[in-house]
């Protein structure tokens, strides 16, 4: 049986880095594709080509046979710092939907049809999020459709796209919304880093006795999903006749705060933490909403917040011994 030909992109970022890393253990033949390097490790993928997806010559010479799999994961995105300030609306909504476009049409071109769409739970309704002790984010929870950013927008529009091109065009499209994924090897500085790998890094970087600065007061809450089961979820998502979306993420909601002092035990420093205002924290409460993914893949996750935190933190204090620091905020989307 000759190997299953797979494409990547987003193959230099956090998750596509670690989806390429399990193909290959799996033993597919992988093509990575990305705009940039991959910042911590050396792609593992057969190929990879550095290309701007935005570009449709890039996208036509990138996929220029046919893959058994699609992953298309590149987005312009980040953490809240980056998606709720409102300064960077245009270019996520134009070069990811761009991405978009062009992938699902050169991928159709191919006969390229089994296709993964990374979609986010930054796409369920404001409305639902008000009370951070019940979020509500069901899949069937997203319509009437009220995202708070504008990536939000973005990802609910490519989900429609998807299923158009499944509809229409007999395209197997697979639909997952993750919720915050977090691990080693994905971004802990620069502005575009999440939660757990700001709060990580600014424990390491906190002296015994220090203290740290939380964004708002630490009562929103929020779950956090470790990728090594992210990637799982996928595998079955990908394994199975059904399309989603479904939710990818975790039950296990705690508060910023809470998600702090875990960090601060893991660290075994004494560290107070300062909750600081600022204008953008994204929606008061959200959570996965697992029930779908359980029933119908048999998937959820198997291991704690704090045992994925615990390899994430240790992962950032190596990197923080060898970096200076660049800045000290801490931030939340999914
Ligand atoms: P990431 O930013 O590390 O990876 C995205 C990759 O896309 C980056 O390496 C980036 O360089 C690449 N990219 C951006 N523009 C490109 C372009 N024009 N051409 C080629 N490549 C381009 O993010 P991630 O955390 O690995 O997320 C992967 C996907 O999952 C994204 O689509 C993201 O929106 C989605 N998602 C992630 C999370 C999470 O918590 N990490 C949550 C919800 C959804």
């Known amino acids: 049986m000759s190997m299953k030909k797979v494409l990547v992109c987003g193959a230099g ?83 990811s939907a761009s991405i978009n476009l062009n992938i699902l049409q050169q991928a159709l071109k191919t006969g390229s049809k089994k296709i993964f769409y990374s979609s986010s739970a930054c796409i369920y309704p404001s409305y639902n999020q008000t009370d951070p002790d019940n979020p509500k984010c069901s899949e069937d929870s997203a319509y009437p459709a009220d995202p708070d950013s504008d990536y939000g927008w973005e990802k609910l529009f490519s989900e429609r796209l998807y299923l158009a091109f499944g509809r229409n065009h007999g395209m197997n499209v697979k639909i997952a919304r993750f919720h915050n994924i977090f691990g080693p090897e994905g971004t802990w500085t620069g502005g575009k880093e999440k939660a757990p790998a700001a709060i990580c890094r600014k424990v390491a970087e906190a002296p015994d006795g220090g203290s740290i600065e939380v964004w708002g007061d630490g009562k929103q809450t929020r779950s956090f999903l470790y990728i090594d089961e992210c990637l799982e979820g996928v595998s079955r998502l990908m394994a199975s006749d059904l399309t989603g979306p479904f939710n990818i993420g975790s039950e296990e909601m705690v508060t910023l705060n809470q998600l702090a002092e875990m960090v601060i035990g893991i660290s075994e420093k004494s560290i107070d933490i300062k909750n600081i205002p600022v204008p953008h924290t994204g929606v008061r409460g959200r959570n996965s909403d697992n029930r779908l993914i359980a029933e119908k893949l048999k998937w959820s996750p198997s291991k704690t917040l704090e045992e994925g935190l615990v390899k994430t933190y240790q992962w950032i204090a190596e990197q923080v011994s060898e970096q200076v620091p660049q800045t000290n905020k801490v931030a939340v989307v999914g």
Do not use: C, P
Request: aromatic residues 10%; glycine residues 12%; hydrophobic residues 40%.
């Open 13 to 95: 970022g956090f998750i596509g880095g670690h989806l390429v890393r399990k193909l290959k253990q799996e033993g597919a033949w992988v093509r990575g594709v990305d705009i940039k390097e991959h910042e911590f490790s050396s792609s593992q993928a057969d190929e990879f080509i550095l290309g701007d997806l935005t570009e449709q010559s890039v996208v036509r010479s990138v996929l220029d046979m046919r893959f058994d799999e699609i992953y298309q994961l590149a987005a312009d995105m980040g953490g809240a710092g980056y998606i709720f300030t409102g300064e960077n609306d245009a270019n996520v909504m134009h070069n």
